[in-house]
């Protein structure tokens, strides 16, 4: 699962918001595998949600889903 987004900030003040990078390593023993933008959700319900995914020894899991939130996003710009 990769994707273009590297870095997603939650909230409106982007030097306080709660932030989840790609490869970041989780309390639980997990890592951020990937943040997705659902574009399907976009298209049936008409608002932004991003999925975060989370590796761990089980695998790969979905792990927190941002609906609706102000969000600022970084993308990976390694060409």
């Given at each position: ?53 989370v590796k761990d ?23």
């Open positions: 699962m990769e994707g273009l987004i590297r870095k997603i900030i939650i909230g409106n003040d982007v030097k306080n918001g709660m932030a989840y990078q790609v490869g970041m390593k989780l309390k639980n023993g997990g890592i951020v595998n990937a943040i997705v933008f659902d574009e399907e959700h976009m298209y049936k319900h008409g608002f932004k949600r991003y999925l975060i995914y020894e089980d695998g790969i899991s979905l792990w927190k889903a941002i609906d609706n939130m102000s969000c600022s996003v970084e993308f990976d710009l390694n060409f």
